[in-house]
């Protein structure tokens, strides 16, 4: 991951953790209090998740 491109409208693909294998659109950042980066993700159907960042590869 890439935290340049860490932003909201990039196009993320899931490689590791529950979502793995699931794309979409990156909807929010947010930085937790313990410093991990959450992200939502949003599927071309509509479907919303939330994953760490750490998880995700930016396209």
């Known amino acids: 991951m890439n935290k340049t491109k860490l932003i909201d409208g ?23 209090k313990t410093g991990q980066v959450t992200i939502t993700v949003t599927q071309a159907n509509g479907v919303r998740f939330k994953t760490l960042a750490k998880n995700v590869f930016i396209n």
């Open 10 to 32: 990039a196009q993320c693909k899931v490689i590791a953790g529950t979502h793995k294998g699931k794309s979409g659109t990156i909807g929010d950042v947010h930085t937790s």
